[in-house]
């Protein structure tokens, strides 16, 4: 797998799946928290932005992980057991849904977990799905920068049609926009 996650404890597993204990449903302990604001990357082929009332921002968003080492959780709050360890600062995510200060997230892998919002960069970026060129122009037939493997974090500059200007590393281009995650979220002249 291109990023690094890791799944902590297996007993927390088997106790959830055995029924060795409950823990509140995500759902019921946001009942304190009305306004919880719900999309998916399906609801935004006509691009529903809608505004959560708790940042201010539209939600689905792009997104980026702020540290090396994030929890996510399966729940939004730290009472609630870790899902998924990432170890990968600029991990390109989704924000599908918040709460006060939890923001729900969807990975390149299509998992969906919990996580606070100080662990969310200001800046999101892209993650390329496929082999594709960096190119020079945003042409089919492009003098060619670099060949960006799936897994490469970019940072997306703004997107055409067809092409997103990308960053990677020092180097700046043009990559095929369906070779990025998370493409449908990106508006044309972004």
């Known amino acids: 797998m291109a990023f ?8 927390v597993l088997w106790l959830v799946v055995s ?3 409950a823990l509140p449903s995500a759902d019921a302990q946001e009942g304190n928290t009305a306004g919880v604001v719900t999309a ?11 505004i959560s009332q708790f940042s201010g921002l ?8 702020r540290y090396n080492e994030v929890n996510g959780r399966t729940g939004p709050s730290l009472d609630y057991p870790i899902a998924w360890f990432y170890e990968r600062r600029g991990l390109p995510v989704v924000v599908i ?3 006060t200060d939890w923001r ?9 977990v919990w996580v606070h919002k100080r662990m969310l960069a200001d800046r999101p970026t892209s993650m390329i799905r496929v082999p594709a060129a960096l190119c020079k122009r945003a042409k089919p037939r492009c003098r060619e920068i670099a060949m ?8 997306v500059e703004a997107c055409g049609p067809d092409w997103c200007e990308t960053f990677v590393d020092d180097r700046r281009g043009w990559t095929p926009r369906d070779a990025l995650w998370g493409a449908e979220l ?3 002249n972004e």
């Open 148 to 155: 960006l493997e799936p897994g490469v974090v970019v940072e």
């Open 40 to 50: 998916s990357l399906a609801d935004t082929t006509e691009k529903p932005e809608r």
């Open 4 to 11: 690094n996650r890791r799944f902590p404890f297996a007993l």
């Open 19 to 21: 029924g060795g204990f």
């Open 186 to 188: 990106l508006a044309a």
């Open 104 to 112: 729900k997230v969807r990975d390149p892998a299509g998992d969906e």
């Open 97 to 99: 849904r918040e709460s």
């Open 58 to 65: 539209p939600v689905p968003r792009r997104a980026s992980l």
